[in-house]
Protein backbone atom coordinates (compact mmCIF):
# COMPACT_ATOMS: atom_id res chain seq x y z
CA UNK A 1 0.00 0.00 0.00
CA UNK A 2 1.36 3.48 -0.98
CA UNK A 3 0.59 6.28 1.49
CA UNK A 4 3.19 8.86 -0.11
CA UNK A 5 0.07 11.05 -1.09
CA UNK A 6 2.63 14.10 -2.07
CA UNK A 7 3.36 12.31 -4.97
CA UNK A 8 0.92 11.18 -6.67
CA UNK A 9 -0.80 10.65 -10.51
CA UNK A 10 -2.74 13.47 -11.47
CA UNK A 11 -6.15 12.18 -13.10
CA UNK A 12 -6.90 13.21 -16.27
CA UNK A 13 -8.85 16.89 -16.30
CA UNK A 14 -12.29 16.20 -17.02
CA UNK A 15 -13.41 16.09 -20.67
CA UNK A 16 -9.43 15.24 -21.97
CA UNK A 17 -8.80 11.55 -22.49
CA UNK A 18 -4.66 10.37 -21.39
CA UNK A 19 -2.66 9.40 -23.73
CA UNK A 20 -2.96 5.90 -24.99
CA UNK A 21 0.11 3.95 -23.76
CA UNK A 22 1.43 1.53 -26.24
CA UNK A 23 -0.37 -1.64 -26.28
CA UNK A 24 2.45 -4.86 -25.68
CA UNK A 25 0.31 -7.66 -26.84
CA UNK A 26 0.44 -5.54 -30.29
CA UNK A 27 4.30 -4.75 -30.23
CA UNK A 28 5.29 -8.03 -29.29
CA UNK A 29 2.74 -9.26 -32.06
CA UNK A 30 3.76 -7.33 -35.10
CA UNK A 31 7.69 -8.48 -34.06
CA UNK A 32 6.23 -12.00 -34.16
CA UNK A 33 4.58 -11.59 -37.92
CA UNK A 34 8.01 -9.89 -39.04
CA UNK A 35 9.88 -12.43 -37.79
CA UNK A 36 7.49 -15.48 -38.89
CA UNK A 37 7.50 -13.70 -42.60
CA UNK A 38 11.48 -13.81 -43.14
CA UNK A 39 11.48 -17.59 -41.45
CA UNK A 40 8.62 -18.56 -43.88
CA UNK A 41 10.79 -16.73 -47.03
CA UNK A 42 14.10 -18.67 -45.56
CA UNK A 43 12.13 -22.20 -45.48
CA UNK A 44 11.34 -20.99 -49.86
CA UNK A 45 14.29 -20.82 -50.55
CA UNK A 46 16.07 -23.17 -48.47
CA UNK A 47 13.51 -25.89 -49.96
CA UNK A 48 13.91 -24.67 -53.44
CA UNK A 49 17.54 -25.70 -52.58
CA UNK A 50 16.80 -29.02 -51.47
CA UNK A 51 14.37 -29.66 -54.59
CA UNK A 52 17.73 -29.07 -57.24
CA UNK A 53 19.77 -32.37 -56.88
CA UNK A 54 23.08 -32.61 -55.76
CA UNK A 55 25.76 -34.57 -57.51
CA UNK A 56 29.37 -35.63 -55.70
CA UNK A 57 32.71 -33.78 -57.46
CA UNK A 58 33.72 -37.27 -58.99
CA UNK A 59 30.23 -37.88 -60.88
CA UNK A 60 30.66 -33.80 -61.87
CA UNK A 61 34.07 -34.86 -63.46
CA UNK A 62 33.28 -37.92 -65.07
CA UNK A 63 30.27 -35.56 -66.27
CA UNK A 64 32.70 -32.80 -67.57
CA UNK A 65 34.75 -35.86 -69.61
CA UNK A 66 31.84 -37.17 -71.17
CA UNK A 67 31.04 -33.85 -72.75
CA UNK A 68 27.11 -33.64 -70.92
CA UNK A 69 28.05 -30.15 -69.44
CA UNK A 70 26.57 -27.16 -70.52
CA UNK A 71 28.05 -24.76 -68.06
CA UNK A 72 28.83 -24.72 -64.61
CA UNK A 73 28.42 -21.21 -62.24
CA UNK A 74 30.93 -20.97 -59.27
CA UNK A 75 29.51 -19.25 -56.11
CA UNK A 76 32.19 -19.63 -53.32
CA UNK A 77 32.29 -23.68 -52.82
CA UNK A 78 29.17 -24.39 -54.71
CA UNK A 79 28.63 -25.01 -58.21
CA UNK A 80 25.27 -24.90 -59.81
CA UNK A 81 25.85 -27.16 -62.83
CA UNK A 82 24.07 -27.43 -66.19
CA UNK A 83 23.35 -30.27 -68.62
CA UNK A 84 22.87 -29.90 -72.23
CA UNK A 85 19.31 -31.57 -71.62
CA UNK A 86 18.60 -28.40 -69.46
CA UNK A 87 18.67 -30.50 -65.97
CA UNK A 88 20.33 -28.35 -63.16
CA UNK A 89 21.82 -29.78 -59.97
CA UNK A 90 24.63 -28.58 -57.57
CA UNK A 91 27.46 -29.83 -56.04
CA UNK A 92 30.44 -28.41 -54.25
CA UNK A 93 34.55 -28.17 -55.04
CA UNK A 94 37.12 -28.72 -52.59
CA UNK A 95 37.92 -26.16 -49.62
CA UNK A 96 40.61 -23.42 -51.04
CA UNK A 97 41.01 -24.96 -54.10
CA UNK A 98 39.99 -23.69 -57.57
CA UNK A 99 37.46 -25.55 -59.69
CA UNK A 100 40.09 -26.59 -62.30
CA UNK A 101 42.18 -27.76 -59.77
CA UNK A 102 39.73 -30.01 -58.36
CA UNK A 103 38.36 -31.48 -61.59
CA UNK A 104 42.19 -32.04 -62.54
CA UNK A 105 42.32 -34.10 -59.00
CA UNK A 106 39.55 -36.05 -60.27
CA UNK A 107 41.43 -36.60 -64.30
CA UNK A 108 39.55 -33.90 -66.20
CA UNK A 109 41.71 -32.25 -68.40
CA UNK A 110 42.32 -28.80 -69.62
CA UNK A 111 40.99 -29.50 -73.39
CA UNK A 112 37.80 -30.92 -71.35
CA UNK A 113 37.39 -28.37 -69.28
CA UNK A 114 37.65 -25.86 -71.92
CA UNK A 115 34.50 -27.57 -73.87
CA UNK A 116 32.32 -26.29 -70.73
CA UNK A 117 31.19 -22.78 -69.95
CA UNK A 118 32.68 -21.88 -66.37
CA UNK A 119 31.20 -18.50 -64.71
CA UNK A 120 32.38 -16.78 -61.59
CA UNK A 121 29.60 -15.50 -59.36
CA UNK A 122 31.23 -13.18 -55.57
CA UNK A 123 29.80 -14.15 -52.60
CA UNK A 124 27.82 -10.94 -51.80
CA UNK A 125 24.30 -9.28 -52.22
CA UNK A 126 21.59 -9.39 -49.21
CA UNK A 127 20.02 -12.72 -49.85
CA UNK A 128 23.46 -14.43 -50.10
CA UNK A 129 24.32 -12.84 -46.63
CA UNK A 130 20.55 -13.44 -45.39
CA UNK A 131 20.36 -16.93 -46.15
CA UNK A 132 23.44 -17.52 -44.56
CA UNK A 133 22.99 -15.62 -41.59
CA UNK A 134 19.28 -16.42 -41.03
CA UNK A 135 19.77 -19.57 -39.08
CA UNK A 136 22.10 -17.99 -36.70
CA UNK A 137 19.78 -14.24 -36.32
CA UNK A 138 16.68 -16.01 -35.53
CA UNK A 139 17.24 -17.69 -32.51
CA UNK A 140 18.95 -14.68 -31.12
CA UNK A 141 16.19 -12.36 -32.04
CA UNK A 142 13.54 -14.65 -30.54
CA UNK A 143 14.91 -14.99 -27.33
CA UNK A 144 15.95 -11.45 -27.01
CA UNK A 145 11.66 -10.60 -27.93
CA UNK A 146 11.60 -13.40 -25.04
CA UNK A 147 13.00 -11.39 -22.29
CA UNK A 148 12.31 -8.32 -23.62
CA UNK A 149 8.45 -9.40 -23.09
CA UNK A 150 8.94 -11.04 -19.34
CA UNK A 151 10.65 -7.62 -17.91
CA UNK A 152 8.21 -5.65 -18.93
CA UNK A 153 5.16 -7.92 -17.44
CA UNK A 154 7.68 -8.32 -14.73
CA UNK A 155 8.26 -4.28 -14.27
CA UNK A 156 4.41 -4.15 -14.38
CA UNK A 157 3.90 -6.83 -12.05
CA UNK A 158 6.21 -6.50 -9.44
CA UNK A 159 9.48 -4.08 -10.11
CA UNK A 160 8.09 -1.61 -7.85
CA UNK A 161 11.24 0.36 -7.29
CA UNK A 162 10.81 1.53 -10.90
CA UNK A 163 7.31 2.35 -10.10
CA UNK A 164 8.09 3.99 -6.04
CA UNK A 165 5.83 6.68 -5.11
CA UNK A 166 3.64 6.40 -7.90
CA UNK A 167 -0.23 5.58 -6.17
CA UNK A 168 -1.98 2.42 -7.21
CA UNK A 169 -5.03 3.83 -5.61
CA UNK A 170 -8.07 3.36 -7.32
CA UNK A 171 -9.74 6.35 -8.28
CA UNK A 172 -13.82 6.15 -8.19
CA UNK A 173 -15.56 9.00 -10.76
CA UNK A 174 -18.49 10.62 -8.64
CA UNK A 175 -19.74 10.59 -12.06
CA UNK A 176 -19.92 6.93 -13.28
CA UNK A 177 -23.21 6.14 -13.42
CA UNK A 178 -22.33 2.12 -13.17
CA UNK A 179 -20.33 2.09 -10.70
CA UNK A 180 -21.47 5.18 -8.37
CA UNK A 181 -23.29 4.60 -4.93
CA UNK A 182 -25.41 6.49 -3.50
CA UNK A 183 -27.00 6.75 0.48
CA UNK A 184 -29.87 5.51 -1.43
CA UNK A 185 -28.33 2.29 -2.55
CA UNK A 186 -27.49 2.01 1.16
CA UNK A 187 -30.65 0.46 3.07
CA UNK A 188 -30.80 0.71 7.13
CA UNK A 189 -27.57 1.46 8.71
CA UNK A 190 -29.42 4.54 9.76
CA UNK A 191 -27.54 6.06 12.43
CA UNK A 192 -24.00 5.15 10.84
CA UNK A 193 -25.62 7.12 7.48
CA UNK A 194 -26.11 9.64 9.61
CA UNK A 195 -22.56 10.10 10.91
CA UNK A 196 -21.01 9.34 7.44
CA UNK A 197 -23.49 12.51 6.09
CA UNK A 198 -21.92 14.55 8.38
CA UNK A 199 -18.64 13.81 7.65
CA UNK A 200 -19.78 15.06 3.89
CA UNK A 201 -21.13 18.34 4.97
CA UNK A 202 -17.36 19.03 6.06
CA UNK A 203 -16.18 18.69 3.01
CA UNK A 204 -19.14 20.50 1.45
CA UNK A 205 -19.53 22.98 3.75
CA UNK A 206 -16.41 23.44 6.21
CA UNK A 207 -16.47 27.22 6.46
CA UNK A 208 -19.81 27.02 8.70
CA UNK A 209 -17.73 24.56 11.46
CA UNK A 210 -14.75 26.06 10.69
CA UNK A 211 -16.90 29.71 12.14
CA UNK A 212 -18.11 28.19 14.87
CA UNK A 213 -14.19 26.88 15.71
CA UNK A 214 -15.36 23.33 15.11
CA UNK A 215 -12.42 21.13 13.82
CA UNK A 216 -12.72 18.90 10.72
CA UNK A 217 -12.01 15.18 11.90
CA UNK A 218 -8.82 13.82 11.21
CA UNK A 219 -10.94 10.43 10.17
CA UNK A 220 -13.03 7.89 10.72
CA UNK A 221 -13.40 4.01 11.67
CA UNK A 222 -15.79 1.95 10.39
CA UNK A 223 -16.63 -1.13 12.66
CA UNK A 224 -18.92 -4.10 12.54
CA UNK A 225 -19.39 -7.86 11.24
CA UNK A 226 -18.24 -8.76 7.52
CA UNK A 227 -20.97 -7.80 5.29
CA UNK A 228 -22.50 -5.38 7.03
CA UNK A 229 -21.94 -2.65 4.73
CA UNK A 230 -18.97 -1.03 5.85
CA UNK A 231 -17.19 -0.74 1.78
CA UNK A 232 -20.36 0.13 0.47
CA UNK A 233 -20.80 3.14 2.94
CA UNK A 234 -17.54 4.16 2.49
CA UNK A 235 -18.07 4.22 -1.23
CA UNK A 236 -21.20 6.03 -1.04
CA UNK A 237 -19.54 8.71 0.96
CA UNK A 238 -15.62 9.02 -0.89
CA UNK A 239 -14.58 10.45 -3.88
CA UNK A 240 -11.01 8.74 -4.35
CA UNK A 241 -9.27 11.97 -5.13
CA UNK A 242 -5.54 12.43 -4.53
CA UNK A 243 -5.29 13.75 -1.07
CA UNK A 244 -4.41 17.33 -0.88
CA UNK A 245 -3.70 17.80 -4.32
CA UNK A 246 -7.52 17.46 -4.96
CA UNK A 247 -9.26 18.52 -1.79
CA UNK A 248 -12.07 18.84 -0.50
CA UNK A 249 -11.31 14.70 -0.88
CA UNK A 250 -11.53 11.55 1.19
CA UNK A 251 -9.06 8.47 1.66
CA UNK A 252 -10.74 5.01 1.97
CA UNK A 253 -8.97 2.39 3.37
CA UNK A 254 -10.22 -1.26 3.31
CA UNK A 255 -9.68 -3.71 5.80
CA UNK A 256 -7.32 -1.42 8.48
CA UNK A 257 -6.55 -4.34 10.52
CA UNK A 258 -4.53 -5.84 7.94
CA UNK A 259 -1.70 -3.04 8.56
CA UNK A 260 -3.18 -1.42 11.64
CA UNK A 261 -2.33 -4.12 14.02
CA UNK A 262 -0.90 -3.48 17.80
CA UNK A 263 2.64 -2.73 16.93
CA UNK A 264 5.57 -4.87 18.46
CA UNK A 265 4.02 -8.07 17.70
CA UNK A 266 6.64 -9.04 14.56
CA UNK A 267 9.90 -10.57 14.28
CA UNK A 268 11.08 -7.79 12.11
CA UNK A 269 10.40 -5.07 14.73
CA UNK A 270 10.50 -1.47 13.50
CA UNK A 271 12.03 -2.89 10.67
CA UNK A 272 8.63 -5.11 9.86
CA UNK A 273 7.09 -3.84 6.72
CA UNK A 274 3.08 -3.72 7.91
CA UNK A 275 4.73 -1.14 10.84
CA UNK A 276 6.51 0.70 8.87
CA UNK A 277 3.07 1.31 6.93
CA UNK A 278 1.20 2.11 9.95
CA UNK A 279 3.80 4.75 10.60
CA UNK A 280 3.51 5.84 7.56
CA UNK A 281 -0.17 6.37 7.83
CA UNK A 282 0.47 8.10 11.37
CA UNK A 283 2.91 10.41 9.90
CA UNK A 284 0.42 11.62 7.02
CA UNK A 285 -2.36 12.23 9.30
CA UNK A 286 -0.25 14.27 11.73
CA UNK A 287 0.77 16.12 8.41
CA UNK A 288 -2.89 17.24 7.95
CA UNK A 289 -3.61 20.74 8.45
CA UNK A 290 -7.16 22.19 10.09
CA UNK A 291 -8.12 23.43 6.99
CA UNK A 292 -6.78 20.78 4.61
CA UNK A 293 -10.21 19.62 4.09
CA UNK A 294 -8.65 15.67 3.57
CA UNK A 295 -10.37 12.94 5.85
CA UNK A 296 -9.16 9.24 6.16
CA UNK A 297 -12.06 6.52 6.56
CA UNK A 298 -11.20 2.92 7.24
CA UNK A 299 -13.25 0.07 7.73
CA UNK A 300 -12.16 -3.14 9.69
CA UNK A 301 -14.21 -5.76 11.51
CA UNK A 302 -11.35 -6.62 14.24
CA UNK A 303 -11.42 -3.20 15.91
CA UNK A 304 -9.53 -4.51 19.22
CA UNK A 305 -6.77 -5.50 17.12
CA UNK A 306 -5.96 -1.92 16.04
CA UNK A 307 -3.14 0.12 17.43
CA UNK A 308 -4.08 2.62 19.42
CA UNK A 309 -1.91 5.47 18.07
CA UNK A 310 -4.04 4.76 15.47
CA UNK A 311 -7.30 5.22 16.80
CA UNK A 312 -6.60 8.10 19.88
CA UNK A 313 -8.71 11.36 19.12
CA UNK A 314 -6.74 13.55 16.46
CA UNK A 315 -6.45 10.80 14.13
CA UNK A 316 -9.18 8.66 13.75
CA UNK A 317 -11.83 11.00 15.42
CA UNK A 318 -14.81 8.96 15.21
CA UNK A 319 -16.13 5.36 15.46
CA UNK A 320 -18.71 4.40 13.34
CA UNK A 321 -20.45 1.28 14.67
CA UNK A 322 -22.34 -0.80 12.00
CA UNK A 323 -24.90 -3.42 13.45
CA UNK A 324 -26.54 -6.06 11.76
CA UNK A 325 -29.57 -5.27 10.26
CA UNK A 326 -33.02 -5.56 12.09
CA UNK A 327 -35.91 -7.22 10.41
CA UNK A 328 -36.95 -3.64 8.83
CA UNK A 329 -33.88 -3.23 7.56
CA UNK A 330 -33.56 -6.65 6.37
CA UNK A 331 -36.72 -6.34 4.03
CA UNK A 332 -35.84 -2.45 2.82
CA UNK A 333 -31.81 -4.15 1.79
CA UNK A 334 -33.86 -7.55 -0.21
CA UNK A 335 -36.25 -4.43 -1.46
CA UNK A 336 -32.84 -3.05 -3.25
CA UNK A 337 -31.70 -6.43 -4.43
CA UNK A 338 -34.70 -7.11 -5.84
CA UNK A 339 -34.62 -4.06 -8.12
CA UNK A 340 -33.63 -5.95 -11.23
CA UNK A 341 -35.16 -9.57 -10.40
CA UNK A 342 -38.25 -10.62 -12.34
CA UNK A 343 -40.41 -11.17 -8.83
CA UNK A 344 -43.30 -13.56 -9.25
CA UNK A 345 -47.12 -12.63 -7.46
CA UNK A 346 -46.29 -14.79 -4.36
CA UNK A 347 -43.04 -13.15 -3.15
CA UNK A 348 -43.37 -11.77 0.40
CA UNK A 349 -40.13 -10.13 1.12
CA UNK A 350 -41.43 -9.08 4.76
CA UNK A 351 -41.56 -12.93 5.79
CA UNK A 352 -38.09 -13.52 3.86
CA UNK A 353 -36.89 -10.43 6.78
CA UNK A 354 -38.64 -12.31 9.15
CA UNK A 355 -36.98 -15.88 8.48
CA UNK A 356 -33.86 -14.29 8.16
CA UNK A 357 -32.43 -12.89 11.34
CA UNK A 358 -28.78 -12.15 11.84
CA UNK A 359 -28.02 -12.23 8.19
CA UNK A 360 -25.74 -8.95 7.04
CA UNK A 361 -26.50 -7.12 3.59
CA UNK A 362 -23.75 -9.17 2.00
CA UNK A 363 -25.82 -12.56 3.63
CA UNK A 364 -28.64 -10.81 1.79
CA UNK A 365 -27.58 -10.28 -1.38
CA UNK A 366 -26.23 -13.66 -1.67
CA UNK A 367 -29.86 -14.90 -1.01
CA UNK A 368 -31.50 -13.06 -3.61
CA UNK A 369 -28.99 -14.36 -5.74
CA UNK A 370 -28.99 -17.72 -4.95
CA UNK A 371 -32.68 -17.70 -4.93
CA UNK A 372 -32.82 -16.33 -8.99
CA UNK A 373 -30.12 -18.63 -9.77
CA UNK A 374 -32.48 -22.27 -8.08
CA UNK A 375 -35.07 -20.62 -10.94
CA UNK A 376 -32.96 -20.25 -13.71
CA UNK A 377 -31.68 -23.49 -13.40
CA UNK A 378 -35.50 -24.79 -13.22
CA UNK A 379 -35.98 -22.58 -16.60
CA UNK A 380 -38.39 -20.44 -14.88
CA UNK A 381 -38.67 -16.60 -15.96
CA UNK A 382 -39.82 -15.10 -12.61
CA UNK A 383 -38.40 -15.86 -9.00
CA UNK A 384 -40.62 -17.26 -6.57
CA UNK A 385 -41.29 -17.46 -3.00
CA UNK A 386 -40.22 -21.15 -2.80
CA UNK A 387 -37.26 -20.01 -4.64
CA UNK A 388 -36.02 -17.47 -1.74
CA UNK A 389 -36.92 -19.97 0.82
CA UNK A 390 -34.98 -22.54 -0.56
CA UNK A 391 -32.54 -19.77 -0.87
CA UNK A 392 -32.26 -19.15 2.40
CA UNK A 393 -31.78 -22.47 3.58
CA UNK A 394 -28.62 -23.06 1.06
CA UNK A 395 -26.91 -19.61 2.79
CA UNK A 396 -27.58 -21.00 6.47
CA UNK A 397 -27.09 -24.80 5.99
CA UNK A 398 -24.99 -25.15 2.53
CA UNK A 399 -26.21 -26.77 -0.36
CA UNK A 400 -28.67 -30.32 -0.51
CA UNK A 401 -26.48 -33.35 -0.31
CA UNK A 402 -28.89 -34.90 -2.87
CA UNK A 403 -26.12 -37.71 -3.92
CA UNK A 404 -24.69 -38.45 -0.55
CA UNK A 405 -26.95 -41.14 -0.34
CA UNK A 406 -27.63 -42.61 3.19
CA UNK A 407 -28.22 -46.68 4.07
CA UNK A 408 -31.55 -47.91 5.78
CA UNK A 409 -29.80 -47.69 9.18
CA UNK A 410 -28.10 -44.57 9.05
CA UNK A 411 -31.14 -42.51 7.66
CA UNK A 412 -33.07 -44.11 10.65
CA UNK A 413 -30.30 -42.82 13.25
CA UNK A 414 -30.87 -39.41 11.60
CA UNK A 415 -34.55 -39.43 11.58
CA UNK A 416 -34.71 -39.91 15.33
CA UNK A 417 -32.24 -37.77 15.69
CA UNK A 418 -33.60 -34.82 14.05
CA UNK A 419 -36.76 -35.94 16.31
CA UNK A 420 -34.97 -35.57 19.25
CA UNK A 421 -34.04 -31.96 18.41
CA UNK A 422 -37.70 -30.94 17.40
CA UNK A 423 -39.36 -32.39 20.02
CA UNK A 424 -37.70 -31.15 22.76
CA UNK A 425 -37.47 -27.15 20.97
CA UNK A 426 -41.19 -27.86 20.39
CA UNK A 427 -41.96 -28.74 24.21
CA UNK A 428 -39.83 -26.70 26.12
CA UNK A 429 -41.09 -23.00 26.92
CA UNK A 430 -38.08 -21.26 25.97
CA UNK A 431 -36.75 -23.00 22.74
CA UNK A 432 -37.54 -21.01 19.87
CA UNK A 433 -39.96 -22.89 17.65
CA UNK A 434 -39.28 -25.51 14.51
CA UNK A 435 -40.18 -24.14 11.16
CA UNK A 436 -38.98 -27.53 9.42
CA UNK A 437 -37.19 -30.83 9.78
CA UNK A 438 -35.38 -32.73 7.57
CA UNK A 439 -32.45 -35.21 6.94
CA UNK A 440 -31.75 -34.60 3.44
CA UNK A 441 -27.77 -33.80 3.98
CA UNK A 442 -26.61 -29.92 3.57
CA UNK A 443 -22.89 -28.72 3.89
CA UNK A 444 -21.58 -30.91 6.88
CA UNK A 445 -24.59 -31.69 8.60
CA UNK A 446 -26.13 -35.11 7.72
CA UNK A 447 -29.73 -33.63 8.61
CA UNK A 448 -30.98 -30.52 10.44
CA UNK A 449 -33.74 -28.88 12.04
CA UNK A 450 -34.52 -25.09 11.72
CA UNK A 451 -36.10 -23.06 14.26
CA UNK A 452 -36.58 -19.77 14.34
CA UNK A 453 -37.08 -16.69 16.82
CA UNK A 454 -40.52 -15.25 17.60
CA UNK A 455 -39.43 -12.42 17.27
CA UNK A 456 -36.36 -9.63 16.78
CA UNK A 457 -33.99 -9.99 20.02
CA UNK A 458 -30.86 -8.44 20.80
CA UNK A 459 -31.10 -9.83 24.27
CA UNK A 460 -30.62 -13.60 25.77
CA UNK A 461 -31.75 -14.66 28.98
CA UNK A 462 -30.33 -17.79 30.87
CA UNK A 463 -33.68 -19.72 30.55
CA UNK A 464 -33.10 -19.19 27.03
CA UNK A 465 -29.90 -20.70 26.76
CA UNK A 466 -30.50 -23.60 29.00
CA UNK A 467 -33.57 -24.68 26.75
CA UNK A 468 -30.99 -24.25 23.76
CA UNK A 469 -28.60 -26.88 25.49
CA UNK A 470 -30.98 -28.94 26.21
CA UNK A 471 -32.32 -28.78 22.42
CA UNK A 472 -28.80 -29.00 21.13
CA UNK A 473 -28.49 -32.24 23.28
CA UNK A 474 -32.01 -33.89 21.75
CA UNK A 475 -30.49 -35.92 19.01
CA UNK A 476 -27.57 -36.63 21.34
CA UNK A 477 -30.36 -38.19 24.29
CA UNK A 478 -32.58 -39.87 21.38
CA UNK A 479 -29.75 -42.06 19.77
CA UNK A 480 -29.29 -43.48 23.30
CA UNK A 481 -32.91 -43.81 24.25
CA UNK A 482 -33.29 -45.88 20.74
CA UNK A 483 -30.69 -47.60 19.67
CA UNK A 484 -28.55 -47.78 23.10
CA UNK A 485 -25.38 -46.53 21.46
CA UNK A 486 -23.93 -42.89 20.28
CA UNK A 487 -22.40 -42.24 16.88
CA UNK A 488 -20.53 -39.32 15.54
CA UNK A 489 -23.04 -37.27 14.58
CA UNK A 490 -24.12 -34.97 17.54
CA UNK A 491 -20.39 -34.02 17.14
CA UNK A 492 -21.37 -30.32 16.67
CA UNK A 493 -24.14 -30.87 18.61
CA UNK A 494 -21.90 -30.90 21.97
CA UNK A 495 -19.79 -28.36 20.75
CA UNK A 496 -22.51 -26.13 20.25
CA UNK A 497 -23.47 -26.43 23.75
CA UNK A 498 -20.41 -26.55 25.62
CA UNK A 499 -19.49 -23.06 24.05
CA UNK A 500 -22.93 -21.80 25.30
CA UNK A 501 -22.27 -23.60 28.89
CA UNK A 502 -18.72 -22.31 29.14
CA UNK A 503 -19.98 -18.55 28.11
CA UNK A 504 -22.90 -18.64 30.66
CA UNK A 505 -20.35 -19.35 33.16
CA UNK A 506 -17.19 -17.77 31.61
CA UNK A 507 -18.52 -14.53 30.26
CA UNK A 508 -22.06 -14.08 31.18
CA UNK A 509 -21.79 -14.65 34.90
CA UNK A 510 -25.12 -17.14 34.71
CA UNK A 511 -23.58 -19.56 37.54
CA UNK A 512 -25.00 -19.74 41.00
CA UNK A 513 -21.56 -21.58 41.92
CA UNK A 514 -19.36 -19.13 40.11
CA UNK A 515 -21.11 -15.34 40.27
CA UNK A 516 -21.01 -12.92 38.22
CA UNK A 517 -17.82 -12.64 37.44
CA UNK A 518 -15.84 -12.28 33.92
CA UNK A 519 -13.42 -14.90 33.48
CA UNK A 520 -13.03 -15.38 29.99
CA UNK A 521 -10.33 -12.77 28.40
CA UNK A 522 -7.78 -13.31 25.05
CA UNK A 523 -5.15 -11.09 23.36
CA UNK A 524 -4.12 -10.50 20.43
CA UNK A 525 -0.90 -11.61 19.31
CA UNK A 526 0.84 -12.30 15.71
CA UNK A 527 -0.83 -15.83 15.93
CA UNK A 528 -4.43 -14.24 16.13
CA UNK A 529 -6.58 -14.43 19.72
CA UNK A 530 -4.83 -16.40 22.50
CA UNK A 531 -7.03 -17.57 25.91
CA UNK A 532 -4.92 -16.02 28.68
CA UNK A 533 -5.51 -17.49 32.10
CA UNK A 534 -6.20 -15.16 34.82
CA UNK A 535 -7.83 -17.28 37.66
CA UNK A 536 -6.53 -20.15 39.65
CA UNK A 537 -6.45 -23.68 39.47
CA UNK A 538 -8.79 -24.01 41.82
CA UNK A 539 -11.43 -21.59 40.14
CA UNK A 540 -10.37 -23.50 36.84
CA UNK A 541 -11.59 -26.73 38.25
CA UNK A 542 -15.21 -24.55 39.56
CA UNK A 543 -15.47 -23.48 36.19
CA UNK A 544 -14.87 -27.28 34.68
CA UNK A 545 -17.30 -28.59 37.50
CA UNK A 546 -20.05 -26.14 36.48
CA UNK A 547 -20.05 -26.80 32.65
CA UNK A 548 -20.29 -30.41 33.55
CA UNK A 549 -23.90 -29.15 35.44
CA UNK A 550 -25.28 -27.52 33.31
CA UNK A 551 -24.23 -29.82 30.47
CA UNK A 552 -25.85 -32.64 32.50
CA UNK A 553 -28.70 -30.94 33.44
CA UNK A 554 -29.42 -30.17 29.53
CA UNK A 555 -29.15 -33.97 29.01
CA UNK A 556 -31.54 -34.94 32.02
CA UNK A 557 -34.21 -32.16 30.39
CA UNK A 558 -34.10 -33.81 26.80
CA UNK A 559 -34.65 -37.22 28.30
CA UNK A 560 -37.18 -36.26 30.42
CA UNK A 561 -38.94 -34.20 27.33
CA UNK A 562 -38.40 -37.24 25.30
CA UNK A 563 -39.77 -40.28 27.50
CA UNK A 564 -43.13 -37.86 28.39
CA UNK A 565 -43.84 -37.36 24.35
CA UNK A 566 -42.68 -40.66 23.17
CA UNK A 567 -45.80 -41.04 21.10
CA UNK A 568 -45.35 -37.30 19.13
CA UNK A 569 -41.32 -38.34 19.19
CA UNK A 570 -41.77 -41.43 17.32
CA UNK A 571 -43.87 -40.11 15.07
CA UNK A 572 -42.13 -37.25 13.56
CA UNK A 573 -39.19 -39.72 13.43
CA UNK A 574 -41.12 -42.51 11.69
CA UNK A 575 -42.74 -39.56 9.34
CA UNK A 576 -39.08 -38.33 8.22
CA UNK A 577 -38.00 -41.86 7.51
CA UNK A 578 -40.98 -42.06 4.74
CA UNK A 579 -40.96 -38.29 3.60
CA UNK A 580 -37.30 -36.73 4.50
CA UNK A 581 -38.62 -33.45 4.92
CA UNK A 582 -41.66 -32.02 7.14
CA UNK A 583 -41.96 -28.56 6.40
CA UNK A 584 -43.79 -26.18 9.55
CA UNK A 585 -47.50 -26.67 8.30
CA UNK A 586 -47.36 -30.31 8.56
CA UNK A 587 -44.73 -30.69 11.80
CA UNK A 588 -47.24 -28.59 13.55
CA UNK A 589 -50.35 -30.55 12.53
CA UNK A 590 -48.58 -33.44 14.51
CA UNK A 591 -47.64 -31.65 17.32
CA UNK A 592 -51.17 -31.04 17.52
CA UNK A 593 -52.63 -34.20 17.06
CA UNK A 594 -50.90 -35.35 20.42
CA UNK A 595 -52.21 -32.42 22.86
CA UNK A 596 -48.73 -30.35 22.53
CA UNK A 597 -49.11 -26.48 22.47
CA UNK A 598 -48.25 -24.63 19.49
CA UNK A 599 -46.21 -21.23 20.34
CA UNK A 600 -47.37 -18.59 19.43
CA UNK A 601 -46.21 -17.05 16.41
CA UNK A 602 -46.27 -14.12 13.71
CA UNK A 603 -44.70 -15.73 10.87
CA UNK A 604 -46.34 -17.00 8.13
CA UNK A 605 -45.41 -20.65 6.65
CA UNK A 606 -43.35 -20.87 3.84
CA UNK A 607 -45.02 -23.26 0.74
CA UNK A 608 -44.32 -26.42 0.68
CA UNK A 609 -44.19 -26.88 -2.75
CA UNK A 610 -43.01 -25.45 -6.09
CA UNK A 611 -45.73 -22.95 -7.37
CA UNK A 612 -46.62 -24.12 -10.88
Request: proline residues 5%.
Amino acid sequence: MDLNFLNQKEPSPKGKKAPKQPRLAGNVLGALLFFMLITALYLVISGEEKQTAEISISELAQNVVAQEVESIVVEGNKLTVTYDTGVVKVSKKEEDSSLSQTLANYGVTSAALAETTIEIKSESGFMFWLVNILPFLLPVVFILIFFWYISRQVKGAGMQAFTFGQSKARITDPNDKHNRVTFKDVAGCKEAKEELKEIVDFLRSPKKFLDIGARIPKGVILTGAPGTGKTLLARAVAVFKMAKRAAPAIIFVDEIDAIGRTRGGGFGGGNDEREQTLNQILVEMDGFEPNDKVIVMAATNRPDVLDPALIRPGRFDRKVILDLPDRADREEILKIHAVKKPLAEDINLKLVAERTPGFSGADLYSLMNEGAILAARENRKKVFQFDLIRAIEKVMLGPERKSHLLSKKEKEITAYHEAGHAIVASVLPHADPVHKVSIISRGSAGGYTLKLPLEERRLQSKKEFIDDIAMSLGGYVAEQMMFGDITTGPSSDLEAATNIAQAMVTRWGMSDAIGPIALGSSRHSLYGEVPEKEFSEAVAAKVDAEISRIINDGLKTAGRVIKEHKKPFTAIAERLIEVETIEQDEYEKILVAHGIILKKKDIVAPPDKIPS
